[in-house]
């Protein structure tokens, strides 16, 4: 089942912050986050695992409601190149930790514009 | 260079014409998978598998095959493919350890008429 993400869109201008949102009805091991631009492939930015690690870029931050099984990515002082698609995906929680298998919601279109 | 590497990147083909979308990684990753992506929808699961022979169906299986007889390669097999199997595939693949991220392929743009 997709985890729900929103806002489905948000526009910004440069220099303005935003939150994308991510929420799972599953018990989670991971939440991952990707960025893509238009006809490329996503790109990594950031996971978040159950027990608080975490592992990213660096001038992106996240955090992981493990309790709510949600998370969000905070884009601070955004530039032009935080445009495009944003897309958590989520692992379920299984014997052992990682189960190897993500699940991605529909995604977040980000426009910044000058 | 680590990569993940896709065959054909465009396939224009016809209804019912068997074909095959090649996928290999070099990074000696354990688990790979497929997705497609169509507007609105997000990435979504075709199959992943955990390792060499191990398979499992993701969220829209049907319609397709995948094999996994070497460690490196996923190939993704649409043995009848119809119009609605138009889409853009990704095949991904990644480590199984801790920090699990997935390393994408460049896509594949199929179009099936």
């Known amino acids: 089942q997709q985890p729900v993400q929103s806002p489905q869109a948000v526009i910004l201008r440069e220099g303005e912050d935003a939150v994308i949102n991510c929420s799972s009805s599953?018990?989670?091991?991971?939440v991952h986050w990707y960025r893509q631009k238009h006809g490329e492939a996503p790109v990594f930015l950031m996971i978040?695992?159950?027990?608080?690690e975490q592992k990213g870029h660096d001038k992106i931050s996240a955090s992981f409601n493990e309790k709510k099984q949600q998370s969000s990515l905070y884009l601070t002082a955004s530039q032009l190149s935080y445009s495009g698609t944003y897309f958590c995906?989520?692992?379920?929680?299984?014997?052992?930790?990682?189960?190897?298998?993500?699940?991605f919601g529909k995604g977040t279109k980000l426009s910044v514009k000058p | 260079e680590a990569q993940v590497t896709q065959n054909p990147r465009y396939l224009i083909t016809v209804t019912g014409k068997k074909l095959t979308v090649t996928c290999s990684q070099n990074?000696?990753?354990?688990?790979m998978s497929w997705y497609r992506q169509d507007p609105g929808l997000g990435l979504r699961q075709i199959y992943y598998?955990?390792?060499?022979?191990?398979?499992d169906k993701g969220d829209v299986p049907e319609g397709y095959k995948v094999s996994r007889k070497e460690k490196r390669n996923f190939p993704l097999i649409l043995e009848s493919p119809s119009p609605n199997q138009t889409s853009l595939y990704f095949c991904?693949?990644?480590?199984?350890?801790?920090?699990?991220?997935?390393?994408f392929g460049p896509g594949t743009r199929l179009t099936v008429l």
């Open positions: 991904a693949s990644s480590s199984g350890q801790v920090y699990n991220e997935q390393f």
């Open positions: 599953k018990a989670l091991y991971s």
């Open positions: 978040l695992l159950k027990g608080g």
């Open positions: 995906g989520t692992e379920k929680a299984g014997y052992g930790g990682s189960q190897g298998n993500l699940i």
């Open positions: 990074m000696n990753h354990e688990y």
């Open positions: 598998s955990m390792n060499v022979e191990v398979t």
